[in-house]
């Protein structure tokens, strides 16, 4: 069975510092890339970074670009964000997500964890 | 960047009708990279639709999607009560990846 479960999640003030984890199981965790998903309270869904499968390839939201940092560590199936310079705007519960197949592009979600909330206020 | 616009923003049927919900992309999506989501209260997002036709593991067959280029379709030919709920359409292939905003389903 595959899980994803996210980690990491807390009330920080603007402008400090948080990592976010997600263990992975159940998969092959070193063939697919993954993703860092967020949505706001009562809001919508906002990519914001994807990472391939041997972190080659990573990518940003504008949004994000700059502050926050994806990794893998495919020896312990875990995916992370480093999240610095956080903004009241950047609450929002955060998914970790995986590709559906192995690709050289960037493929649809087919297991989401459920998530982990951060919250930025003084 | 790809814009993705959901319309209507609310769908008010009862459950046994049909559901049309519609995904418009700025500029033309190469290869179909349009997937459709489910989202219930309280829950994490489920792949309902990748390829903007192919069904996800164990979606039932009411879930249909279709369309290419910009304008993108998903139907739910005979809505079940546990199909009440957020829909969301998603941009994927090249980045940045993007999501519409959604459009929910409420009984009405």
């Known amino acids: 069975e595959v899980q994803l479960v996210e980690s990491g999640g807390n009330l920080v003030q603007p402008g400090r510092s948080l990592r976010l984890s997600c263990a992975a199981s159940?998969?092959?965790?070193?063939?697919?890339?993954m993703h860092w998903v967020r949505q706001a309270p009562g809001k919508g869904l906002e990519w914001v970074s994807g990472?391939?499968?041997?972190?080659?390839?990573?990518q940003y939201a504008d949004s994000v670009k700059g502050r926050f940092t994806i990794s893998r560590d495919n020896a312990k199936n875990s995916l992370y964000l480093q999240m610095n310079s956080l903004r009241a705007e950047d609450t929002a519960l955060y998914y970790c997500?995986?590709?559906?197949?192995?690709?050289?592009?960037?493929?649809?979600?087919?297991?989401w964890g459920q998530g982990t909330l951060v919250t930025v206020s003084s | 960047e790809i814009v993705l616009t959901q319309s209507p923003g609310t769908l008010s049927l009862s459950p046994g009708e049909r559901a049309t919900l519609s995904c418009r992309a700025s500029?033309?999506?190469?290869?179909?990279?349009l997937a459709w989501y489910q989202q219930k209260p309280g829950q994490a997002p489920r792949l309902l639709v990748y390829?903007?036709?192919s069904r996800a593991t164990d979606i039932p067959d009411r879930f249909s999607g279709s369309g290419s280029g910009t304008d993108f379709t998903l139907t739910i030919s005979r809505l079940e009560p546990e199909d009440f709920a957020v829909y969301y359409c998603?941009?994927?292939?090249?980045?940045?990846?993007?999501f519409g905003g959604g459009t929910k389903v409420e009984i009405k």
């Open positions: 997500a995986k590709d559906t197949h192995h690709s050289s592009n960037w493929e649809a979600f087919d297991y």
């Open positions: 159940g998969f092959n965790f070193d063939d697919y890339a």
């Open positions: 990472i391939s499968w041997n972190s080659d390839s990573i």
């Open positions: 500029q033309s999506l190469s290869s179909s990279y």
């Open positions: 390829g903007s036709s």
């Open positions: 998603q941009h994927y292939g090249s980045s940045p990846l993007a």
